[in-house]
């Protein structure tokens, strides 16, 4: 057979340019949209199989998780009880605007911790909001949005970073970062602050998006270098983003007049 | 007639390597979702003297593979052709022959240069910090090891089945 002519590598090479032009002019989106639906079905199918594996031991975890919530809630209150007691009142009136969605897939890369739902710009779904699962656990936020579905990265992929604090009586503040879906760390802890196993890490509301108090797991260990500006602990999460299967994805904070 | 069965048969063997890829592969726990495919079957095919079914096979599939990414639209396609040339390039002029060893070698080249360029490409835009595209050279261990494993394999059970690489282009009648 004759070797392929270098016209033919040109060819192809060009109207691949041509097409990454259409996709960047947008001209291309109805048919990824499509493209992209059609595949919908089998993936949710296949998805929930998978997942299915451990709904058994799920059903176990789920008590623990509402009670460990209940708890980590219950403490963050009682501590801003004592600091601000007209706050408090607000955070109870706050409600978010939130919308429920299914875990559709995952995305193809690898080495990426992301998931596909199948709520997108047209449902209200904007990036950077906040994605929860059972009773206000946080498992991740959006970082791409197409028109009827949307990208989750979880808390335990390796881009993710959120900005956390601890229900401590420092409320120490730090940054929780994934580190390729195995292990979720919370870095630039301050040095001076006492951070014990077992305390609950929760949101800190400095990202817009995303409110104060959603729970994303308990200190398992802390690292404490003498020489270090930071220390560092690592976090249990409270929930297996990689098995859940619906999520609700908060649009934003409606908030009520506070009754003082 | 013939024509219609083949490119019925061409659009049945990407929507298999789809199938595989989206929905079996990407569930799978790792390091067995770092399997790529298209690399385990794109040598074959170009030890088959197929390359131009290898290079359409592999750019519908990484065009619909980038429509479930989070990577730029465009990378994994573009990346995809670029290693499956330079793959071809290294069977004509380096490799040669029909081998076991062949399929192995173009199927951890492809896979090498895949990954290879994409990190590249994403160190320059600056979409990932150092450590993060060493994260990824790990990866590609596995995805190197997998590859060339299932490669050799699926060419050793084809050449168990059929006559089709039991000759090497440069072969003499009198040996």
Redesign the interface.
């Given at each position: 057979m004759p070797a392929p002519s270098r016209i033919s590598f040109v060819i192809v090479i060009i109207g691949v340019l041509f097409v990454i032009g259409l996709h960047a002019l947008g001209w291309l989106a109805p048919v990824e949209e499509k493209l992209r639906s059609s595949l919908w079905p089998v993936s949710r199918l296949a998805y929930s199989l998978d997942a299915g594996a451990d709904r058994v031991r799920d059903g176990r975890e789920e008590k623990y998780q509402t009670l460990a919530v209940e708890e980590a809630r219950q403490k963050l209150l009682e501590e801003e009880n004592q600091e601000l007691r007209a706050q408090l009142d607000f955070l109870q009136a706050r409600s978010y605007r939130s919308i429920g969605a299914d875990v559709i897939g995952k995305s193809t890369d690898p080495n990426r911790q992301t998931r596909w739902i199948n709520r997108g710009a047209l449902d209200g779904v904007a990036l950077d909001q906040p994605v929860v699962a059972h009773a206000g656990i946080l498992v991740g936020k959006i970082i791409q949005v197409e028109e009827t579905a949307a990208v989750v990265q979880l808390l335990t992929d390796h881009q993710s970073r959120v900005a956390a604090t601890v229900a401590n009586r420092d409320q120490s503040l730090g940054i929780i970062e994934g580190g390729y879906g195995i292990s979720m760390r919370m870095n630039l802890i301050p040095q001076n602050e006492t951070v014990t196993v077992g305390e609950a890490v929760v949101t800190s509301g400095l990202e817009s998006r995303i409110p104060r108090g959603l729970v994303i797991g308990t200190i398992e260990a802390v690292e404490k270098e003498a020489y270090q500006p930071f220390q560092r602990a690592s976090i249990t999460p409270l929930v297996k983003g990689e098995k859940i299967r619906v999520v609700s994805v908060i649009l934003g904070v409606s908030s009520t007049a506070p009754s003082l | 007639m013939t024509i219609v069965i083949r490119w019925f048969g061409y659009l049945a063997a990407e929507l298999l390597l789809l199938?595989s890829?989206?929905?079996?592969i990407?569930?799978l726990p790792?390091p067995w979702?770092?399997i790529q495919v298209i690399w385990v079957l794109a040598p074959i095919l170009i030890l088959l003297?197929r390359?131009?079914l290898a290079?359409g096979l592999i750019?519908v599939f990484y065009?619909?593979?980038?429509?479930?990414?989070?990577?730029p639209?465009?990378l994994s396609?573009?990346v995809g052709?670029m290693s499956i040339?330079l793959a071809?390039r290294l069977y004509?002029v380096v490799l040669t022959n029909r081998s076991v060893y062949s399929a192995a070698a173009l199927s951890a080249f492809g896979t090498l240069l895949t990954r290879l360029l994409t990190v590249i490409f994403l160190l320059i835009a600056g979409l990932?910090t150092r450590a993060?595209a060493e994260?990824?050279l790990i990866?590609l261990v596995y995805e190197i090891l997998l590859n060339t494993i299932l490669a050799s394999l699926i060419f050793l059970s084809t050449n168990a089945l059929s006559a089709r690489f039991r000759f090497t282009r440069f072969s003499s009648p009198s040996l």
């Open positions: - | 199938f890829q989206l929905i079996i990407n569930l790792a979702n770092f003297n390359f131009h290079l750019v065009f619909y593979l980038g429509l479930f990414s989070v990577a639209f465009g396609t573009t052709v040339i071809e004509r990932v993060e994260g990824h990866m």
